[in-house]
């Protein structure tokens, strides 16, 4: 069966410091991946999504980023953390090829930027 | 562009009353999904039901179930006799066209009282 990992599970950062989450599946051969931040208030707003291997498609302008190294690993990243960064990151995936099938979700990095 | 509206932010019940969660779509493609989820306080995001436009049927499962109906653009989620462990955000979400991200709606926190 598939598996989604994601850490860590809460963390907190000082503004300016760097970032990176990581998630990883298993289970499952070149998945969508996807990383949601959901702010106070529940709205969860797609930041990044990738198809394969280094194909990152990003929705929002800001400074995070995420990268592919292998295809079962989807990292979010920042060089510089900003208060507004605070937030609950999720992690999921959905099967690929091109189907619109349900996205599964890891259990949520909780960031507070102090 | 595709859109997702939850208008009930927060419901209270008391527990085994019927409760019904309204979502209301929004989709130029005439090929889409539409997927409920549920968030208990632990934060993940569970996934409860997927449905194609192309199956008006309605789904009964337990003590859920869910009425679409393309007329209204409507997938409405409903628990019959709730228990305290429903209190959750439910969000309900779309995925069309080539667009292999899902569009969430802004949730529903539903509480069940004793």
């Known amino acids: 069966s598939q598996t989604i990992h994601q850490w860590p599970a809460t963390l907190v950062q000082p503004v300016g410091s760097p970032l990176s989450l990581e998630c990883t599946v298993e289970g499952t051969s070149n998945p969508n991946l996807y990383w949601y931040r959901q702010a106070a208030g529940r709205g969860l707003q797609l930041l990044f999504y990738s198809v394969g291997i280094g194909q990152i498609s990003s929705e929002v302008p800001q400074n995070l980023s995420a990268s592919r190294p292998q295809d079962r690993q989807f990292i979010l990243s920042s060089k510089k953390l900003l208060l507004s960064d605070s937030g609950f990151y999720l992690c999921a995936w959905s099967l690929g090829q091109g189907q619109n099938t349900e996205a599964f979700f890891g259990q949520g990095t909780r960031l507070t930027v102090v | 562009a595709q859109k997702v509206t939850q208008a009930q932010t927060e419901i209270s019940v008391v527990e085994k009353e019927d409760v019904t969660l309204d979502c209301v779509y929004e989709?130029?493609?005439?090929?889409?999904?539409l997927f409920w989820y549920k968030q208990p306080p632990s934060g993940e995001l569970v996934f409860l039901i997927r449905?194609?436009?192309?199956?008006?049927q309605n789904e009964i499962s337990g003590r859920y179930s869910w009425n679409f109906q393309k007329s209204t653009s409507s997938f409405n989620f409903t628990i019959t006799a709730s228990q305290v462990v429903d209190s959750a955000v439910y969000f309900c979400?779309?995925?069309?066209?080539?667009?292999?991200?899902?569009?969430f709606g802004s949730g529903t926190q539903l509480t069940v009282l004793p």
């Open positions: 979400a779309l995925s069309s066209g080539s667009a292999r991200q899902l569009t």
């Open positions: 449905r194609n436009s192309f199956d008006e």
């Open positions: 989709t130029r493609d005439t090929t889409y999904y």
